[in-house]
């Protein structure tokens, strides 16, 4: 709607790019076992899901057809 036409005021925007901490943060401290021990049952349950919905899955994928020279028929044609 309105546009200001005059720039900014504020001193600190422009100087925020050059702008540096003098406060480290806290060394990273190591995973305990606990943290260990569950990321990696997170990690082998994920896996056994994608295991196992892939050894489900795969009969679905197949065509059906166990013996190529074998057709089907149907029960209709069988009484004629």
């Not at 305990?32 to 892939?54: K, M, Q, W």
């Amino acid at each position: 709607m309105f546009r200001r036409r005059e720039p900014v005021p504020f001193a600190f925007v422009a100087e925020a790019e050059r702008y540096r901490s003098n406060v480290t943060p806290p060394p990273r401290g190591g995973a305990s076992r606990s943290e260990l021990l569950g990321r990696t049952l997170v990690g082998l349950t994920v896996a056994a899901g994608l295991i196992g919905a892939l050894l489900f899955g795969m009969p679905s994928l197949e065509t059906g057809q166990q013996n190529p020279g074998h057709s089907q028929k149907s029960e209709a044609n069988a009484g004629r």
